[in-house]
């Protein structure tokens, strides 16, 4: 069993209290590591190993420097691709190649990509008359990470990335569920040769160090990565010492399928938006709205699609649906499948607990589940499940389906799926949400805007928009 700590100041150190909370591998129920259970005292040390990196050489690193950092972290990442992997699988339940073809490769990806991005970075110039304007871009200062568990270093390193980029000196406070990989950037980092105090990794609850890293004076910028009720408590915190804030949040994204789409490729789209991670990514397409005409044989070929999806040991290579982050979670997915029933709908295949060998008999496990016959306004319909269940309703037209489309509290994604090509661009203006895809689902270019409308956040990350976050610009006027 692993005994991680929190890493402040370049150095591995146990909770001031003490305390610790247990990991579990929700694949087999079984402690796999302790973690610090970080108080107030414990933020406070970090954020001031963080003020004091600024102080230090950090604080005079140029930007070649902090990129060099930043492809350093990249390719260390990448040499330990296989370990890492192994650690996320362990620690999320999700199949071993889904961490080694998605989650690691895209760490690497994101600090390659922000060491490219702040090379590359340009400031203002405003000229006038007889006075030249230009502008300064400095970075915030102590910058607060916060993150969840279902990506959680492809998650933590996109916002890592360009708070290092920028030259700010970062406090992370990973998931508690799944700290692993966090730990283990922290090493990569110091290993590399971050300066002591530029990457301090706080673990423990939420609403201890979460909450008290949130309403720490010195820190001056909060990305958070969660849920959407989370996000109101950190955006209200936050707003009391006016932080910078980035919220990305919950979803409930519709997968729009037209009469006239390429039959397979919908089908396999809807399948991999419903279920990678086993539905527990943000930009799940969770809802799947398909024309009436088309909506029973979309069905029935769904059903046979999603039966023949290898559930089991995550650590298998074969293996493409694995466990839940916990069993508290899974007993949440329960909760709406059975809700699903309540409300009026059919379970056409899953929902229920596999039965599974021996040494994965207490996992987190749920067979993947499509619910058909539901109103597309019930809470089944609109809630975020965050699991491997998704709700199918029939739309008459493409007023329709744009109507239940934006008809949740969310607005994160959606994916339209048409061969017209003046419908696929007219129904993408009119949804409400932050991002939609065309024939396609979670294809991502790192430089376009990240982020949700309504209920699913506040700000845009990816890019410009990230470097400009974790950034504060200062306008030099000069008379001549
Ligand atoms: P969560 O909100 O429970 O926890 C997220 C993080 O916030 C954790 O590190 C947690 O410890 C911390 N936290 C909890 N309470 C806090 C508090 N009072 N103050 C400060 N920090 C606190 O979310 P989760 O269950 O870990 O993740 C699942 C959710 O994340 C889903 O809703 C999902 O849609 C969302 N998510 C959104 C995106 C996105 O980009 N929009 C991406 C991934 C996940």
């Known amino acids: 069993m692993d005994v991680l700590h929190n890493h402040i100041a370049g150095l591995d150190v146990p909770a001031a209290s003490g305390a610790t909370m247990d990991v579990v591998n929700p694949a087999t129920n079984s402690v796999i590591a302790t973690i ?56 999320t339940g999700k199949p071993i190649r889904t961490a080694r073809s998605i989650d690691i490769p895209r760490a690497v990806a994101n600090f390659r990509f922000f060491a490219g991005a702040v090379r590359h ?42 708070a290092l980029a920028t030259g700010n000196a970062v406090v992370a406070k990973p998931s508690e569920l799944t700290p692993m990989t966090a730990a283990a950037l922290a090493q990569i980092v110091t290993e590399v040769g971050g300066p002591p105090g530029v990457f301090n990794v706080v673990h423990g609850a939420g609403a201890a160090a979460g909450a008290a890293l949130v309403s720490h004076p010195t820190v001056r910028g909060i990305s958070f990565t969660g849920g959407t009720q989370t996000g109101r408590i950190v955006g209200a915190a936050a ?19 037209f009469d006239d789409a390429d039959f397979d490729l919908a089908l396999a789209g809807a399948v991999r938006a419903g279920f990678t991670n086993t539905g527990q990514v943000c930009l799940c397409g969770s809802r799947i709205l398909v024309e009436a005409s088309l909506h029973d044989r979309f069905v029935d070929a769904l059903v046979a699609r999603v039966e023949g999806m290898r559930l ?4 298998r290579e074969d293996t493409e649906l694995g466990a839940l982050v916990s069993r508290a979670h899974r007993e949440k997915v329960e909760r709406y499948i059975a809700l699903g029933v309540e409300e009026g709908g059919q379970i056409r295949t899953g929902g229920d607990r596999p039965k599974l060998p021996d040494d994965l008999a207490q996992g987190a496990f749920v067979r993947p589940a499509v619910i058909t016959g539901l109103a597309p306004t019930c809470r089944t ?18 007023a329709h389906a744009v109507q239940i489309a934006n008809g949740t509290r969310y607005g994160l994604s959606a994916s339209v799926w048409t061969t017209d090509l003046a419908r696929a ?17 979670l294809k991502r270019d790192l430089r376009v805007p990240f982020g949700g409308t309504k209920e699913s956040g506040v700000g845009r990350e990816g890019g410009a928009y990230s470097l400009a976050f974790f950034t504060q610009d200062k306008n030099v006027c000069v008379q001549l």
């Open 239 to 257: 707003a009391q010492s006016f932080k910078k804030v980035s919220l990305e949040l919950g979803g409930k994204n519709a997968t729009l399928v």
């Open 381 to 398: 319909a609109t809630e975020e499940i965050f699991g491997p269940v998704v709700t199918v309703h029939p739309f008459e037209d493409e």
């Open 121 to 162: 970075q340009q400031t203002g110039f405003h000229e006038m008359a007889d006075a030249l304007n230009y502008t300064l871009r400095r970075p915030l200062g102590v910058v607060g990470l916060i993150t969840p568990w279902n990506l959680p270093l492809y998650l933590l390193s996109w916002k890592a990335a360009p």
């Open 425 to 441: 661009h007219r129904v993408s203006a009119a949804l409400d949400v932050g991002m939609v895809w065309v024939n396609t689902w």
């Open 36 to 91: 610090p259970d970080s108080g107030e005292g414990d933020v406070h040390s970090a954020v001031g190993a963080a003020s004091d990196a600024l102080q230090g050489s950090w604080g005079h690193a140029t930007v070649a420097e902090r990129a060099d950092l930043c492809d350093a972290i990249a390719d260390c990442i990448e040499a330990r691709l296989d370990e890492l992997a192994e650690l996320e699988s362990l620690d």
């Open 312 to 315: 089991g040991d995550p650590q």
